[in-house]
């Protein structure tokens, strides 16, 4: 068995689940995520600035380091793009119930 072969296998292995979407979100900021993956390995990535960009954040522990290319960040990006686009949606429908709560209360006839 040539281990370069194996390091290469088990570097697709974790860039298809990644650029999948399958793992756990355990972490975010405006700038990063931190997933975890199969239970027991963590990698963050570098979601702010659009697919060109997507990739293992250096600066943080990473199980490895994985390398994608630009169809496959842009893949990845894509999956995390539409969890933020969803976050946000939430965020904006709570914020707009909390705003028409204020409005009606502001607005209800006063009791006597």
Not at 81 to 99: A, D, T, W
């Amino acid at each position: 068995m040539n281990v370069d072969l194996k390091i290469e296998e088990v570097h697709d292995y974790f860039k298809n689940k990644i650029i999948n979407g399958d793992y756990i979100v355990t972490k975010k900021t405006k700038y990063t995520w931190t997933v975890f993956l199969d239970d027991t390995y963590v990698f963050t990535l570098w979601i702010c600035s659009g697919p060109r960009n997507f990739k293992c954040y250096q600066s943080d522990f990473n199980f490895m380091d994985l390398k994608f290319n630009l169809k496959e960040s842009t893949k990845g990006f894509k999956f995390i793009e539409k969890l933020i686009i969803e976050h946000e949606k939430n965020v904006l429908k709570l914020e707009r119930k909390k705003e028409y709560e204020n409005l009606k209360k502001e607005f209800e006839p006063v009791k006597s």
